[in-house]
């Protein structure tokens, strides 16, 4: 699929010879949270989870995925985040997906883990997080619609006291909770970063200007808004194209930090065919897509 897009460069699987080569260079078993948080401002790229005919996930193909992505300069790795399909696993399956995308990503760059659904699978998951090596812990915003701000608050607090002092992100799809509660979720202990996912550059301007100069602000919305947020504040963004063109979202990023915000258009120009495919029947085709043009 992906070739009747763009012109796609070469992704064949790196050889045996050349993935010892990038592993003798890459790998680093753990990373500090400041080196963690300065990462954080490059590129957070969402690992797809990969399943087998049999619907169990397979593991396999995210050696060769990570390594492409760790290659070209991702700067951090995401297991169980939405382009994971996270709220389509259990949290057996959430569990086996974290020590995947851990041996698969096998210290190249920080693995950041997605933890989230009720506060019993949450702390579950943060431990076996913890146990596969995850670096940092990205929290999904609970979907319940009757949780109140204070709730979210002390949701995250659990999550992260458990974490014993890995960083915390908070993943951030609803601003709806109100500016005082994101400021509380920045003040948390641990908490690095939020990862912004709501298309409101102005209340983002904002959750900025109230918090910690520390936090560190990642577009949550991919290579496609990441312009917008830049120029707010924001540094780094999201990506789940990194699974198939990772070459494509470092140069977009290299662009905006430059200040070229000229150049990164042009280039995220070039991906609307693909994020067109992603967004239809109401994003409901995003992750197949990705899958599709692997």
Request: hydrophobic share 50%; proline share 6%; glycine share 8%.
């Amino acid at each position: 699929m992906a070739a009747l897009l763009w012109p796609l460069p070469d992704i064949t699987l790196i050889s045996n010879e050349d993935h010892d080569l990038v592993r003798d260079k890459d790998r680093k078993m753990s990373f500090t949270a400041e080196e963690f948080r300065a990462r954080l401002t490059g590129i957070s790229g969402i690992l797809v989870t990969p399943f087998n005919r049999q619907d169990q996930i397979d593991p396999a193909p995210l050696a060769a995925i990570a390594e492409r992505a760790a290659a070209a300069g991702v700067h951090i790795l995401t297991a169980n985040g939405n382009t994971g399909e996270f709220y389509g696993l259990t949290t057996a399956e959430a569990e086996r997906a974290v020590h995947a995308a851990a041996e698969a990503v096998a210290g190249r760059v920080p693995l950041l883990a997605g933890i989230g659904r009720s506060i019993h699978d949450a702390l579950a998951l943060t431990k076996a997080s913890r146990a596969a090596g995850a670096s940092a812990l990205m929290v999904h915003q609970p979907p319940d619609p009757f949780v109140a701000p204070r709730g979210v608050v002390e949701y995250v607090k659990r999550i992260a006291e458990a974490g014993q002092g890995l960083p915390v992100v908070i993943y951030l799809r609803n601003d709806g909770i109100g500016l005082d509660a994101i400021a509380d979720l920045c003040a948390i202990p641990n908490v690095v970063g939020v990862k912004w996912a709501t298309p409101a550059p102005l209340r983002l301007a904002e959750a900025i200007r109230r918090a910690d100069p520390a936090i560190v602000w990642v577009g949550g919305l991919a290579e496609t808004w990441a312009p917008a947020f830049y120029a707010v504040g924001a540094r780094g963004f999201t990506s789940g194209l990194i699974n198939v063109w990772p070459a494509h979202s470092v140069a977009i990023h290299a662009a905006l930090e430059a200040g070229d915000y000229a150049k990164a258009r042009a280039m995220i120009a070039t991906m609307e065919p693909f994020e067109a495919l992603r967004a239809e029947e109401g994003n409901g085709t995003n992750v197949s897509v990705v899958k599709a043009a692997l």
